[in-house]
């Protein structure tokens, strides 16, 4: 491991952290802005998670130890799934970081905790956000595998460093690109329970999934949650932003080219954020039924994009 | 409407005897028909009724009524236009109808708690609005018990705690919701018996809020009694005074000025829009669909506002009074209302044109929480609920006071009863009262608001549609006090048709059903 890649790993971690607050927040802005109200100031998620770390953490009496380790364990395995998705500065990959399956299956342990943690108390509510984030994950991993699938076969890697840094021969075609992110936005919002698989605002919680689960959270843990749910969003549309346009990502590490790249990226993600908004505003929340429907458009245009690359 | 009392008399004729009727018929204060029971006749009578369509609206109980036994049983039976009560005199002990009239099941229970009246037959004799913590013999309506603090029990012992309905089976569990929920609504327990996400059962309990306001109104002034009325249920203030100021004005013989009439008209349809509109933003709310909500909660703001300019309060309270308004609105005012109801109506319309377009929403609503339009005569469903369900009840339309006669409103009915038409029903309904209001201030005459009011003694019942339905007000004066005030809201009959509109459906859906349904807790527990 070189001094880069320590560098890398304390860079990507304070940007993911610093910038993953502000992302939820603009979301919020801009949801409200649709509906005509002002909205929270962008800075709001910031002094909720400070108040939230100041608060004292109530457990259930009937819950047990997974309740206390499951924040630690949660935000432990999405930041560590940051470093796999460069966000400013791409260094030589070491390891097996970056590898897109195993950047999968440290979101799969962050969720498998998190619903375990739901169960633990045994509230009904918590059981019921377990049990609907289990079943909505058992549907959309077949999706998820083969979008990520597609991506290999688009950027000939498995390697997200590598497709960043769009070291392989042969760039995508516009098309493709058109197509990927598509898939990688369907998701995105499903990763991160959004409208229409999940509504993060309600406070009903029979309609709750993945606020269900951390509904027994309180104080410290609940703010170690809330962050790495931020930072998991950050992350996501940290892949889709710098797979489809990695303009102004430092491949050396020099401040001026750091600092252009955080700019950049932070208008990047703004402007996502602004999409995710007002995606979410055009449209009621599916019925749980109904919600492959959604992944079959993403199933549909991974496997498009593996038949056009496998046969052109 | 002459003739449709006959449908009561003919109906009594059939089972008492032709010769011995139309004497025993006495007719009440406010067109409503009354006849007194002797023993042997009640189970014909009730079966009699039965059997001809016949709706058992309400059931309440008087203490001290009749000199042949301590507690008269009031029901109150509708067909069409007419309203026939049946006063059945018992002691302790009667039987029970609720196998007959599903909706006495709730009455019967509640006169039970009230009174300490047994029903005999009755297949749920649990405790309604008396939850465990009170005392064993406690019934507080009983004229020998005074309205003071009570002693609660400290510890329940494990037998007497309530006994929900079983429901057992595979893969069946139980998810208990409640009485404390998020967000800032009333107390109620749900229990719902679930296999996956499918709803096979749910039971309510109701009554954590019991505040016992038909004892606190007992020995007040008719006047003093206006401001409980407009108390039992908040955003039914109007509906309920003026329930309240009509019974005592037809015990009184008062006929309001015109005027008077015109101006509660407008407030009562102001009160529906604003509830309805409520309930369009909450319907949004609750399938996620914030861009449509906004719209509808903005505007009703708005209108609580209106409401705020015209009387002084944004419920409305506070200006009914007996003999008709406290004060009159002047006509700069009303001009001003008018100009807000034209705008509203356009802000409305185009509302109603981006959630109607909106597939996801439609999607949500359609075949969602059905309420089959069989269940609306045995459970006395009112109001846009049954509507929605194809019912055709409109207390407006089917017993109108004041100028609905004069200004009739539409009848609106859906035939699905799911929650799209209940949105639909309410949408429309909004539509129709701006209309109406604006047809009112475009004639409304000049004059008085209040006519000299000289309250007698005496009795009568009052019928009025709420924003939830049909809103039922019996008052007894005696003395010049009030000696019984019983209040029956649609919300506590609409109450149970939530318990079949669930079944089947997944419980992500739960409230949004409830919210189409807007039940009131208040108004349920008095």
Known sequence: MNVDFILYIAINTLVVLAIAPLFVSMIKKVKAWTQGRSGPSVFQTYASLRKLLTKEVIYSPSSSRIMRITPLITIASILVAALFVPLIFVPEPVGGIGNIILFLYLLALARFFMALAGLDAGSSFGGMGSSREMSISAIIEPTTIIVFAALAFVFKTLNIFDMVSRMAPGLPAAPTLILISISLFIILIVETSRIPIDNPETHLELTMIHEGMILEQSGRNLALMELAAAVKLTVLMGLLINLIVPLGLATSLTLIGILIAVILFVIKGSILAGIIAIFESSMAKKRFFQLPSLFAMAFFFSTLIIIIEVFS | ?526
């Open chain 2, 1 to 526: 409407m002459a003739n449709n009392i006959d449908i009561g008399i003919r109906a009594v004729c059939e089972f008492l005897g032709a010769a011995s009727t139309p004497d025993r018929i006495q007719a009440g204060c406010n067109s409503e028909n009354y006849l007194v029971l002797k023993d042997h006749e009640f189970e014909p009578a009730v079966s009699h009724l039965a059997a001809n369509k016949f709706v058992l609206i309400s059931l309440f109980c008087i203490e001290g009524f009749s000199d042949r036994a301590a507690h008269s049983l009031f029901y109150v039976f509708e067909r069409r236009n007419g309203i026939l009560v049946l006063v059945n005199d018992v002691n302790e002990t009667t039987s029970s109808v609720a196998s007959i009239f599903p909706s006495a099941s709730w009455f019967e229970r509640e006169c039970r708690d009230g009174f300490g009246i047994e029903f005999d037959g009755a297949f749920d004799t649990r405790r309604l609005f008396l939850h465990e913590s009170y005392p064993e013999n406690f019934h507080p309506l009983k004229k020998s018990f005074k309205n003071a603090p009570l002693i609660t029990k400290e510890t329940i012992n494990p037998v007497d705690e309530y006994q929900f309905r079983t429901v057992t089976g595979e893969g069946v569990y139980q998810v208990p919701v409640g009485p404390v929920h998020a967000g800032i609504i009333e107390p109620g327990h749900f229990r719902f018996s679930v296999i996956g996400e499918i709803i096979f059962n749910l039971e309510i309990r109701m009554f954590y809020k019991h505040r016992g306001i038909e004892k606190l109104s007992e020995g007040k002034s008719p006047h003093d009694c206006i401001r409980i009325a407009e108390a039992v249920s908040g955003d039914e203030s109007v509906a309920n005074a003026t329930a309240f100021c009509l019974a005592v004005e037809r015990i009184s013989g008062i006929s309001i000025p015109e005027r008077a009439w015109y101006l509660r008209t407008i407030m009562l349809e102001l009160e529906r829009i604003c509830s309805h509109l409520g309930d369009l933003a909450g319907m949004l709310v609750d399938v996620a669909f914030p861009l449509g909500a906004s719209q509808f909660s903005v505007l009703r703001e708005e209108c609580f506002r209106q409401c705020d300019c015209q009387t002084g309060s944004r419920f409305q309270r506070g200006i009914i009074c007996i003999g008709g308004l406290e004060k009159d609105i002047p006509g700069g005012t009303i001009n001003d209302l008018l100009l807000f109801i034209r705008q509203l109506r356009k802000r409305c319309r185009i509302g109603l044109k981006i959630v109607l377009s909106t597939t996801s929403v439609i999607d949500r609503f359609a075949t969602t929480g059905v309420i089959p339009g069989t269940l609306l005569r045995p459970l006395n469903i009112t109001g846009p609920v049954a509507r929605a369900s194809g019912g055709k009840v409109d207390v407006r339309l089917d017993h109108p006071y004041g100028i609905y006669e004069k200004y009739v409103p539409k009848r609106q009915r859906l035939q699905d009863g799911d929650v799209l038409s209940r949105f639909t029903i309410k949408a429309s309904e909004i539509m129709d009262s701006l209309d109406l209001i604006e047809q009112l201030i475009a004639d409304i005459p000049a004059g008085d608001i209040q006519s000299e009011a000289q309250v007698q003694d005496g009795f009568a019942l009052s019928l009025v549609e709420s924003a939830r339905g049909q809103n039922l007000c019996f008052v007894w004066i005696k003395d010049g006090a009030i000696e019984r005030y019983k209040v029956r809201t649609a919300s506590f009959c609409n109450w149970l048709a939530i318990e079949h509109a669930v079944q089947g459906n997944i419980i992500p859906d739960f409230p949004v059903i409830n919210k189409s349904m807007n039940l009131s807790y208040a108004g349920t527990d008095l």
